[in-house]
Nanobody, 127 residues
Framework: QVQLVESGGGLVQAGGSLRLSCAAS????????MGWFRQAPGKEREFVAA????????YYRDSVKGRFTVSRDNAKSTVILQMNSLKPEDTAVYYC????????????????????WGQGTQVTVSS
């Protein structure tokens, strides 16, 4: 198992930026694809972004394309979600998740393909 801890959430005005960080420990981090999900009050958890083990393939939900960027540093066991041009509808608890090699046949946007989750960090965007 990989242990994950998110940080970097907070309150920001619409149009602002936040940088979320996910620190991993435990099993070899570089063997895992990584994802970011979010959950707003009263809504289901939804996929935001994902990155493969090497960092050369990234995926985004349509509503964040061009505004969010996911990256990773395997030497530091860290995944970053840079969020720019934030909108009030981006308000949610954001979760980092690790996807083991055994789950790569499952869709990257499917929460069930991720075996480890962080505790979440709150992002609030005011209008």
């Amino acid at each position: 198992q990989v242990q994950l801890v998110e940080s970097g959430g907070g309150l920001v005005q619409a149009g602002g930026s936040l940088r979320l960080s996910c620190a991993a420990s435990g099993r070899t981090f570089s063997g895992y694809a990584m994802g970011w999900f979010r959950q707003a009050p009263g809504k289901e958890r939804e996929f935001v972004a994902a990155i493969n083990w090497s960092g050369d393939s990234t995926y985004y939900r349509d509503s964040v394309k061009g505004r969010f960027t996911v990256s990773r540093d395997n030497a530091k066991s860290t995944v970053i979600l840079q969020m720019n041009s934030l909108k009030p509808e981006d308000t949610a608890v954001y979760y980092c998740a690790a996807r083991p090699p055994s789950s790569l046949h499952l869709a990257y946007y499917y929460p069930g393909s991720y075996s480890s989750w962080g505790q979440g960090t709150q992002v609030t965007v005011s209008s």
